[in-house]
C-alpha cells in the first residue's frame, strides 16, 4: 500500500440496492471526480461539505453512465484525513462497475482491502484501536457486539491506555533524569513512589487484559453442548435455546443419533450450540459412534450442560457423567421440572439449576449461568472497555509481564538502566494496541482483514 496516490473502491456491499457509493481518496480525487461529472448547478466544485447533483458521464466517449450525488470532504476534514469524493450512484452492480472503471482510467487506483481507514491511521485521524473497531462494527452479527464496537471506535480502548501511558512516561522521565544528573539520585520514598505507580499502571492494564476472558467469545463465539444419557431432553434444551424445532424430539430413547450443530447468539454473543446423542452403555454399532462424538463434543466445548431428568431417580448413567464432567465448565441442568414427584438431584453442587425445557421455566438463570461460566471468577461488566481481540490481548499482557520484571529489578536495587530497558519495552507494548510501535507488514496484515472500500 502507498499513501500519497489517489484511491478508488465501491463501498457498498456487492449486489443490488438503492444507492451504491463509490469513494475516492488521495490529493487528485477532486479532480478525477471533475473529470467524470457534469453538475446541474454551477456552484464552484471545490465548496467542500455539498451534496451536488449531477450526471456521471465516461469521458471518452461523453455518453451519460448516471445520475448521482457527488460530496466533497476537503482534506484534513475527512473520514482519511485527505481529499475525499463520495459518489452515491443507483445501486446496480453495472452501473457501479463503469464508474469505478472510468474513474481507474482517469488515474485513481483500486483501492485494497481496508486502505480507506489504513489512511485515517496513518494521518493520526484515527488510532489502531479505533481503526480495529470499524472493522468489528462491519462485521458484527449482534447488538452487543456492535455496541462495543461503536464504544471502541469512539476510543473508549485508547481512553483508558491514555492515563496508564502518562503514569508509566512519568516514572520512566523521573528515573531517566536520575541516570543523567548523579545528584538526582532516587531517595527510598521516591523509589516506593515509583513502585507504586507502577502497581497502578499493572491494576489498570490487568483490568483491561481479564476482560479478554470474556471478549474473545464476544467475537469469536463459543461451543456449548448438550449432554446426558438418552431422553432426559436434551434436544428439547436444544430447540429452546436455538429458538425453534430444529432437533426431533420423541420419547423414544436413542432418537438423536448423531450430533447436531446450530449457530446462533444468546443476549448478543455468537454460539454454536451442539445437541448430542445420548450417553449410555449400549451394543449398538451406530449408537456407540454418536456417543463417541457426544464425548468429542464434551472434550471440545467451552460450556457443557448436563442434562438429567429430574422426574426419575438419579441413574448409573447420570452417575457416570457426573463423573465424567466434573472437570469442565459445566453446569448440570435438572430438566422436566414442571412435572410433579419430581426427585431432585442432591449432590450438593451449586450449579444445578431446575429447567423445563418444557414450560421454559429455568432458562433466564440458566443463560445467566452460561455467561458466568464464561467470565470465569472475575465479574466483567458488559459496558465496560472490554477487549475482543487476542494481538491486543497479548499485547496489553507483555507490558504487564515488564512492568512486574521491572519492579522486581527496582526492589532489587538493580541499575536504572536495566529497569528502564523493561519500562520502555511495557510501553512499545501498550503503544502496539493504539498503533504507534508496530511495524508496517503487521499493521499490513492488520488491515488485509478488513473489507474492500472501507
Ligand atoms: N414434562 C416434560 N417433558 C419433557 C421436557 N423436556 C423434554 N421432555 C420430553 O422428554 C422426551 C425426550 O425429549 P428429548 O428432547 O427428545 O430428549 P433427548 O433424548 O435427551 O434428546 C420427549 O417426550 C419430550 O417431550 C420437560 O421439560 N418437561
Ligand atoms: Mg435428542
Avoid: W
Avoid at 71 to 78: D, R
Avoid at 108 to 126: D, K, V
Avoid at 307 to 336: F, G, M
Amino acid at each position: 500500500m502507498h499513501a500519497g496516490d489517489t484511491i478508488v473502491a465501491i463501498s457498498t456491499p456487492a449486489g443490488r440496492g438503492g444507492i451504491g457509493v463509490v469513494r475516492l481518496s488521495g490529493p487528485s480525487a477532486l479532480a478525477a471526480a471533475n473529470s467524470i461529472f457534469r453538475a446541474h448547478s454551477s456552484a464552484p466544485l471545490d465548496s467542500p461539505n455539498l451534496a451536488r447533483l449531477g450526471r456521471v458521464i465516461d469521458p471518452t466517449t461523453g455518453d451519460t453512465l448516471d445520475t448521482a450525488i457527488l460530496t466533497y470532504f476537503k482534506a484534513p476534514h475527512s473520514y482519511t484525513g485527505e481529499d475525499v469524493v463520495e459518489l452515491s450512484c443507483h445501486g446496480s452492480p453495472v452501473i457501479l462497475g463503469r464508474v469505478l472503471e472510468v474513474l481507474a482510467a482517469s488515474g485513481a487506483r483500486i483501492a485494497e482491502p481496508g486502505e480507506f481507514t489504513m489512511r485515517a491511521f496513518l494521518n493520526r485521524r484515527i488510532d489502531l484501536a479505533q481503526a480495529q473497531a470499524v472493522r468489528d462494527l462491519i462485521d458484527a452479527q449482534s447488538r452487543f457486539q456492535a455496541s462495543l464496537a461503536t464504544r471502541q471506535m469512539e476510543g473508549a480502548l485508547s481512553k483508558r491506555l491514555a492515563p496508564l501511558k502518562d503514569l508509566l512516561v512519568e516514572v520512566i522521565v523521573q528515573i531517566e533524569s536520575s541516570v543523567e544528573f548523579v545528584e538526582d539520585d532516587i531517595s527510598i520514598e521516591a523509589h516506593q513512589q515509583l513502585i507504586e505507580k507502577l502497581n497502578s499502571v499493572i491494576d489498570g492494564c490487568a483490568r483491561i487484559a481479564d476482560s479478554f476472558s470474556f471478549g474473545r467469545y464476544v467475537r469469536e463465539g463459543f461451543d456449548l453442548a448438550i449432554v446426558g444419557k438418552p431422553n432426559v431432553g436434551k434436544s428439547s434444551v436444544f430447540n429452546r435455546l436455538v429458538g425453534g424445532d430444529r432437533a426431533i424430539v420423541t420419547d423414544i430413547p436413542g432418537t438423536t443419533r448423531d450430533a447436531l450443530y446450530e449457530r446462533t447468539s444468546i443476549d448478543g454473543v455468537p454460539v454454536r450450540l451442539i445437541d448430542t446423542a445420548g450417553i449410555r452403555e449400549t451394543t449398538d454399532v451406530v449408537e456407540r459412534i454418536g456417543i463417541d462424538r457426544s464425548r468429542r463434543a464434551i472434550a471440545d466445548a467451552d460450556v457443557v450442560l448436563l442434562v438429567l431428568d429430574a422426574s426419575a431417580p438419579l441413574s448409573e448413567d447420570d452417575s457416570r457423567l457426573l463423573a465424567e464432567v466434573s472437570a469442565t465448565s459445566r453446569i448440570i441442568l435438572l430438566n422436566k421440572s414442571d412435572l410433579p414427584d419430581c426427585i431432585v438431584y442432591s449432590g450438593g453442587d451449586e450449579t444445578a439449576l431446575p429447567v423445563s425445557a418444557l414450560t421454559g421455566s429455568g432458562f433466564d438463570s440458566l443463560i445467566e449461568s452460561i455467561f458466568r461460566r464464561l467470565t470465569g471468577a472475575g465479574s466483567i461488566e458488559r459496558d465496560d472497555v472490554m477487549i475482543t481481540d487476542s494481538r491486543q490481548h497479548a499485547a496489553i499482557k507483555r507490558a504487564v509481564e515488564r512492568l512486574e520484571h521491572a519492579i522486581a529489578l527496582l526492589s532489587g536495587g538493580e541499575l536504572e538502566e536495566v529497569v528502564l530497558l523493561q519500562l520502555r519495552g511495557s510501553l512499545g507494548a501498550i503503544g502496539e494496541v493504539t498503533g504507534e510501535t508496530l511495524t508496517e507488514d503487521i499493521l499490513g496484515q492488520i488491515f488485509s482483514t478488513f473489507c474492500i472500500g472501507k
